[in-house]
């Protein structure tokens, strides 16, 4: 098992923390009546059966609401199975493919062999939570402008 905060260093930055909600509009009330404000936008990203809705809560952080789209998605058997709650910690790296590479050589287990198209059109992949003391960490590189 590894120290979760082995991973970071000055060009990782916490991009957002993910909570799963079994109902979108009743989760974003619930974050707006504690002081977070929400984008118009929900996005949702079919590959991985989920509604996303994000709210900064500082300069660099985001909170990301995850709603189970479908019925056999990832998110939806995570309700099943543990309930609504936090769901994973986010890092911006600036190179996702070369950040796995890294930590697969240290021994970290990843959830995908290759890094995968996630919302927000970003590069990602997952640190599986056996190799960071039960916390899935989830790894972003933003898109490449064009």
Same mark, same amino acid.
């Given at each position: 098992?590894?120290?979760?905060?082995?991973?970071?260093?000055?060009?990782?930055?916490?991009?957002?923390?993910?909570?799963?909600?079994?109902?979108? $509009?009743? =989760?974003?009330?619930?974050?707006?009546? +504690?002081?977070?404000?929400?984008?118009?936008?929900?996005?949702?990203?079919?590959?991985?059966?989920?509604?996303?809705?994000?709210?900064?809560?500082?300069?660099?952080?985001?909170?990301?609401?995850?709603?189970?789209?479908?019925?056999?998605?990832?998110?939806?058997?995570? +309700?099943?199975? $543990?309930?609504? =709650?936090?769901?994973?910690?986010?890092? $911006?790296?600036?190179?996702?493919?070369?950040?796995?590479?890294?930590?697969?050589?240290?021994?970290?287990?990843? +959830?995908?062999?290759?890094?995968?198209? =996630?919302?927000? =059109?970003?590069?990602?992949?997952? +640190?599986?939570?056996?190799?960071?003391?039960?916390?899935?960490?989830?790894?972003?590189?933003?898109?490449?402008?064009?």
């Amino acid at each position: 098992m590894h120290n979760a905060l082995e991973l970071l260093n000055e060009d990782c930055l916490l991009d957002h923390v993910a909570v799963v909600v079994k109902d979108l $509009k009743a =989760g974003k009330k619930l974050w707006e009546e +504690i002081g977070l404000t929400f984008s118009e936008e929900e996005e949702v990203v079919e590959a991985q059966g989920v509604t996303t809705a994000f709210a900064p809560m500082d300069k660099n952080a985001n909170l990301e609401l995850l709603c189970p789209y479908g019925e056999d998605g990832p998110i939806h058997k995570f +309700i099943e199975k $543990k309930g609504e =709650g936090i769901h994973h910690l986010c890092f $911006k790296v600036p190179d996702v493919k070369a950040k796995c590479n890294e930590l697969k050589e240290k021994g970290f287990k990843l +959830i995908n062999e290759e890094p995968v198209i =996630g919302a927000g =059109g970003c590069l990602v992949n997952f +640190i599986h939570p056996k190799s960071t003391g039960g916390v899935l960490v989830e790894l972003s590189q933003q898109p490449k402008e064009d």
